[in-house]
């Protein structure tokens, strides 16, 4: 079996993560469900990033101890990618103590080969991003990240030497087109950083306590460059002393999956620091859009969050994540306000998805008592919709050969509306009436539960539990992607898949919540 192994970004242990944090885990998890459905053998890796400044201070504010903070937070954070239905075969932790040990030796290893060096450190600090900016870079003298105050830090450090491995990067860069994407992406990585040369980069503090220690100057803690990007490999079983053949086995990474605003340290940092261990590069980095609230980003400043666990609680794990996949582009950001989301919701699976399988079983039901084959009293209208079906699974595949998550479903969804549009042409209702078109009636309530099944098999991915219901519904458990000209069906009671909302009254509800 061929091997894929994709990564999300590590999330932040400071806080809840709201429903942008959360769509990229459901990205993933479609991605990494695609591709075993094509037979690959996929490892899926997620978790934590639990040190640094911020977690520090939170927990200093919640009178506990940091170990303490990130491991509730921790917790809520694997909490909410299982509310999702997430498929993922490792959440890791930078706090566990075998990535701890890793991280050092990494860290040793860079130390006694030149890479990495004690100086001194001078800069404009933001303490919520915890990055150091220069004055140039800073966005009306704030943090051009996060907006937020930043304050002139200056203490002792170690540097890894960027600069040593840039040309080298850029070449690489150069040579693979496909490596960063999207292409904007990429080209803000090359314009931005790498052709105005890179700087040497902090890879440790000392003004916090809470880290990795540095093992040979323990006032020192590893900065999050080292600590958090190196969970890629440390979880796979990369150690600097021996060969690991579930390591060898995996890496590199097929795809590792992040927000585009850690895109520069994912491309430029990450690639460099695997230059510097001679290990090679991950396949693809892409750095997927943002989900905004309306038009903003989503901050608790600004009041404008939304969870994942109230969103399922309101709308189910399947709604929720449809409105995800479906409506965040390739390369721009999406939006979400409840109204838009009920929306879509009663226009494509209320509408498109459940009333076609809901009145398509029922009619099997009330025709043929649950049971049919194919007859094969076909006309020619039968062959667009058949083609059709025979063609979704290979249009599906090209999407996804290129992350385009949100045009696969619409491909699968365009095949469930020309079902519904047979069903308008075909009639069975009226064919039911005419006792010798009973075999063309078998003939198109075949074609369509055909065409349904396919349609739910490629909705696996995306919507699990969804199409496992419409197959439990259909009495199927054939999982082939083409349509079956023999297949034979003994179908069970329709039940409803989604529930039509009164948006009106669903506001209400939510404003008083």
Same mark, same amino acid.
């Given at each position: 079996?061929?091997k894929?192994?994709? &990564?999300?970004?590590?999330?932040?242990?400071?806080a809840?993560?709201?429903? $942008?944090?959360?769509?990229?885990?459901?990205?993933a998890?479609?991605?990494?469900?695609f /591709?075993r &459905?094509?037979?690959?053998d996929?490892?899926f890796?997620t978790?934590t990033?639990?040190? $640094?400044?911020?977690?520090?201070?939170k927990?200093?504010e919640?009178?506990?101890? +940091?170990q303490?903070y990130?491991?509730n937070i921790?917790?809520? *954070?694997?909490r909410? @990618?299982?509310?999702?239905?997430?498929?993922y075969?490792?959440?890791v932790?930078t706090t566990d /103590?075998?990535?701890?040990?890793?991280v050092?030796k990494?860290?040793t !290893?860079l130390?006694?080969q030149?890479?990495i060096y004690?100086?001194?450190?001078?800069?404009?600090?933001?303490?919520?991003?915890?990055?150091? @900016?220069t004055?140039s870079?800073?966005?009306?003298?704030?943090?051009?990240d996060?907006?937020?105050?930043v304050?002139?830090?200056?203490?002792?450090?170690y540097?890894?030497k960027?600069?040593?491995?840039q040309?080298?990067?850029?070449k690489?860069?150069?040579?693979?087109?496909?490596?960063?994407?999207?292409v904007s992406?990429?080209?803000?990585?090359?314009?931005?950083?790498?052709?105005?040369?890179?700087?040497?980069?902090?890879v440790?503090r000392?003004?916090?306590d809470w880290g990795i220690k540095?093992?040979f100057?323990?006032?020192h803690?590893?900065y999050?460059?080292?600590?958090?990007?190196?969970?890629?490999?440390?979880? *796979?079983?990369?150690?600097v002393?021996?060969?690991?053949?579930?390591?060898k086995?995996?890496w590199?990474?097929?795809?590792?999956?992040?927000g585009?605003?850690i895109?520069?340290?994912?491309s430029?940092? @990450?690639p *460099?620091?695997?230059?510097a261990?001679?290990?090679p590069?991950?396949?693809?980095?892409?750095?997927?859009?943002w989900?905004l609230? $309306?038009?903003? !980003?989503?901050? !608790?400043?600004?009041?404008?969050?939304?969870?994942a666990?109230?969103?399922?609680?309101?709308?189910?794990v399947d709604?929720?994540r449809?409105?995800?996949?479906?409506?965040?582009?390739?390369?721009n950001?999406?939006?979400?306000?409840y109204e838009?989301?009920?929306?879509?919701?009663?226009?494509?699976?209320?509408?498109?998805?459940?009333?076609?399988v809901n009145r398509?079983?029922?009619m099997?039901?009330?025709?043929?008592?649950?049971?049919i084959?194919?007859?094969k009293?076909?006309?020619? *209208?039968?062959?667009?919709?058949i083609?059709?079906?025979q063609?979704l699974?290979?249009k599906?595949?090209?999407?996804m050969?290129?992350?385009?998550?949100g045009l696969?479903l619409?491909?699968?969804?365009?095949?469930?509306?020309?079902?519904?549009k047979?069903?308008?042409?075909?009639?069975?209702?009226?064919?039911?009436?005419?006792?010798?078109?009973k075999?063309?009636?078998e003939?198109?309530l075949?074609?369509?539960l055909e065409?349904i099944r396919?349609?739910a098999c490629?909705?696996?991915?995306f919507l699990p539990?969804?199409?496992?219901?419409?197959?439990?519904?259909?009495?199927?458990?054939?999982?082939?992607?083409?349509?079956l000209e023999?297949n034979e069906?003994?179908?069970l009671? +329709?039940?409803?898949?989604?529930?039509?909302i009164?948006?009106?009254e669903?506001l /209400?509800?939510?404003? $008083?919540?």
């Amino acid at each position: 079996m061929k091997k894929f192994y994709i &990564s999300t970004a590590i999330a932040y242990a400071s806080a809840k993560p709201h429903i $942008g944090n959360t769509y990229e885990i459901v990205l993933a998890d479609a991605i990494a469900r695609f /591709k075993r &459905s094509k037979g690959y053998d996929v490892y899926f890796q997620t978790g934590t990033d639990e040190h $640094g400044e911020k977690v520090e201070i939170k927990a200093l504010e919640s009178g506990i101890s +940091p170990q303490e903070y990130v491991d509730n937070i921790s917790k809520e *954070i694997k909490r909410i @990618w299982d509310i999702m239905n997430t498929s993922y075969d490792k959440f890791v932790r930078t706090t566990d /103590k075998k990535h701890e040990e890793c991280v050092q030796k990494i860290f040793t !290893k860079l130390y006694n080969q030149g890479d990495i060096y004690l100086g001194n450190y001078e800069g404009l600090y933001c303490t919520p991003c915890e990055s150091f @900016w220069t004055e140039s870079q800073l966005v009306d003298g704030k943090c051009p990240d996060c907006g937020r105050e930043v304050n002139l830090k200056k203490e002792e450090a170690y540097f890894f030497k960027l600069s040593k491995y840039q040309d080298r990067l850029k070449k690489y860069i150069e040579d693979n087109p496909e490596f960063i994407e999207p292409v904007s992406r990429k080209n803000e990585m090359v314009h931005n950083f790498l052709e105005p040369g890179l700087q040497d980069l902090c890879v440790s503090r000392t003004a916090f306590d809470w880290g990795i220690k540095v093992p040979f100057n323990d006032k020192h803690v590893i900065y999050v460059w080292i600590d958090a990007l190196s969970n890629y490999i440390t979880n *796979i079983g990369y150690d600097v002393d021996r060969e690991d053949d579930f390591f060898k086995k995996w890496w590199p990474a097929d795809l590792h999956l992040i927000g585009k605003d850690i895109v520069r340290f994912h491309s430029i940092y @990450w690639p *460099i620091i695997l230059m510097a261990l001679d290990l090679p590069l991950p396949k693809k980095i892409f750095g997927h859009p943002w989900l905004l609230m $309306g038009n903003d !980003k989503m901050s !608790k400043s600004k009041g404008n969050i939304m969870y994942a666990d109230f969103l399922v609680n309101l709308f189910g794990v399947d709604a929720v994540r449809y409105y995800l996949l479906h409506e965040i582009p390739f390369a721009n950001d999406g939006t979400i306000t409840y109204e838009l989301l009920m929306e879509r919701i009663n226009g494509d699976l209320v509408n498109i998805l459940g009333n076609l399988v809901n009145r398509t079983l029922s009619m099997v039901k009330k025709y043929f008592d649950g049971k049919i084959k194919n007859k094969k009293i076909s006309e020619d *209208i039968d062959e667009n919709l058949i083609n059709s079906v025979q063609e979704l699974s290979q249009k599906v595949e090209n999407r996804m050969d290129k992350y385009e998550v949100g045009l696969a479903l619409d491909e699968v969804f365009e095949v469930l509306r020309k079902c519904n549009k047979y069903i308008d042409d075909t009639m069975p209702w009226k064919l039911a009436k005419e006792e010798d078109s009973k075999e063309r009636l078998e003939t198109v309530l075949f074609n369509l539960l055909e065409a349904i099944r396919v349609c739910a098999c490629q909705l696996l991915p995306f919507l699990p539990e969804t199409g496992e219901e419409i197959l439990r519904q259909l009495n199927q458990n054939k999982k082939d992607e083409q349509f079956l000209e023999n297949n034979e069906y003994e179908v069970l009671e +329709p039940s409803i898949l989604f529930e039509r909302i009164d948006i009106s009254e669903k506001l /209400k509800e939510i404003e $008083g919540n």
